[in-house]
Structure formats: structure tokens, C-alpha cells
């Protein structure tokens, strides 16, 4: 089956400084990818969606001047954590797709705590 | 708006014992739905779907029928495995391009 991968699986980082996670699908052609973030026992929230070549488009709330997300190919899509505070420690994850199918293929996820 | 409730884990069961994990919905038109299940140290993985209502999908011996007068989804297996343990979310999703998780239901099977 398709397969997408997360890069770091898990990230220290002290307060007020960027952190970046990769998200790739490693064999088939992601024109849409997915950010989600889970909290504990809570269910996995849509942060945005990222099309191939095109601004994402942020759900109602997350800031985009801080969740800055990149996909600028095919296999790979980018969330940066600007500024990172202590209330962005969270577990994210990262699902992509092909063209209007139903199906999503989700990584394993990244757990960022920023200290 | 559209939203999805799952009852909360976890659910600890004997091997071999039936199970059910209740998922119902909240939503503005049409939506498909979807039982997703994440192992430990995995990413969450497609189980089944439905895509109109009476709609059952069926897969690895779990069930849901997509029932539109009760807006319930609820997974079910006859004869549950160690190799279940997991935690299993619902989602629905009307276009394909946006996806409401419910908060997962964590199931420990024991030998």
C-alpha cells in the first residue's frame, strides 16, 4: 500500500525557536496533503490543506503566520512551528492523497515539545 | 456543522469476545463514513467506508453499517484478536477534501 513517512518523529525544541517537519509519501503522487494535530485522548483536528503548487488553505483559528506550510512537490510537504511556545507542544500528523479519491494515507505522526 | 462522537476507551475485552465501538454523527448533508485504526507506533490506516446510507462496509471481520435514521456508524467484530489491540477512530467526510475525526476509541484485547 501507499506509504507517507514523517521526519522527525519526535522534536525538542526550547521556546521562540522554528522547528520544521517533513511529511513525503514515498510512492505514489500526493496532490493534496493533510496536517492534522491530536491532543491527547482528543480527536485529530485539521490544521490545513495543502495542494501541489498552491497556498494552503487553513482552518478557522490556526494561525498561518505561525503553522507555515510548504508543498512544493509532489512527495514532499513542510509545517514549520515558528516562534514555538510551549502551547505548541502536540502531537502532528501529516495524510495525503491523489486527485478526488476518498482515500488518505497518513504518517506516523510527529510529537513536538517545545520546553 | 459537522461533527462525529465515539464512545470513550478504553475498551478492554477477552480474546475471542464481541465487540462494539458506538460512532455517531452530526452533519449537514451527505457524508461518507469511515472507521480508521492506528496499531502502536503506526499511522492511522483505512479499515472500512460507506458511502450512502445502508450502506455496510466490511473488512479484516469488522463491520458498520451506515444507519441514516439513528446517524450511527457503529464498529463491530464478532470474534475479536490480540492482534486488534488499537485505537479506532470514525470520521465522515462529505467531499472527499475534509475529514471530522471523532476522539478514537482505544480497544485492548487480552489473551
Known amino acids: 500500500g501507499a506509504v507517507v513517512s514523517q521526519h522527525p518523529s519526535w522534536v525538542i525544541c526550547k521556546s521562540g525557536t522554528s522547528v520544521k517537519i517533513e511529511c513525503r509519501s514515498l510512492?505514489?503522487?500526493?496532490?493534496?496533503m493533510f496536517w492534522y494535530r491530536q491532543f491527547p485522548k482528543q480527536s485529530l483536528m485539521l490544521m490545513a490543506t495543502?495542494?501541489?503548487?498552491?497556498?494552503?488553505?487553513?482552518e478557522q483559528g490556526v494561525e498561518k503566520d505561525k503553522f507555515l506550510i510548504n508543498h512544493a512537490s509532489l512527495t514532499l510537504s513542510t509545517l514549520t512551528v515558528t516562534s514555538a511556545h510551549p502551547e505548541d507542544s502536540s502531537f502532528y500528523i501529516c495524510?495525503?492523497?491523489?486527485?478526488?479519491?476518498?482515500?488518505?494515507?497518513f504518517g506516523p505522526g510527529t510529537r513536538l515539545t517545545v520546553t | 456543522g459537522n461533527s462525529v462522537t465515539q464512545m470513550e476507551g478504553p475498551v478492554t475485552l477477552s480474546e475471542e469476545a464481541f465487540l462494539t465501538i458506538n460512532c455517531t454523527y452530526t452533519a449537514t448533508g451527505y457524508p461518507s463514513l469511515f472507521w480508521y485504526v492506528q496499531y502502536p507506533g503506526e499511522g492511522l490506516q483505512l479499515l472500512l467506508k460507506?458511502?450512502?446510507?445502508?450502506d455496510k462496509g466490511s473488512n479484516k471481520g469488522f463491520e458498520a453499517t451506515y444507519r441514516k435514521e439513528t446517524t450511527s456508524f457503529h464498529l463491530e467484530k464478532g470474534s475479536v484478536q490480540v492482534s486488534d489491540s488499537a485505537v479506532y477512530f470514525c470520521?465522515?467526510?462529505?467531499?472527499?477534501?475534509?475529514?471530522?475525526f471523532g476522539s478514537g476509541t482505544k480497544l485492548n484485547v487480552k489473551p
Open positions: 510512492d505514489f503522487q500526493a496532490t493534496t
Open positions: 460507506a458511502t450512502k446510507a445502508d
Open positions: 495524510s495525503a492523497k491523489q486527485g478526488s479519491s476518498y482515500e488518505q494515507y
Open positions: 495543502s495542494n501541489e503548487g498552491s497556498k494552503a488553505t487553513y
Open positions: 470520521a465522515l467526510s462529505d467531499n472527499f477534501n475534509k475529514f471530522y
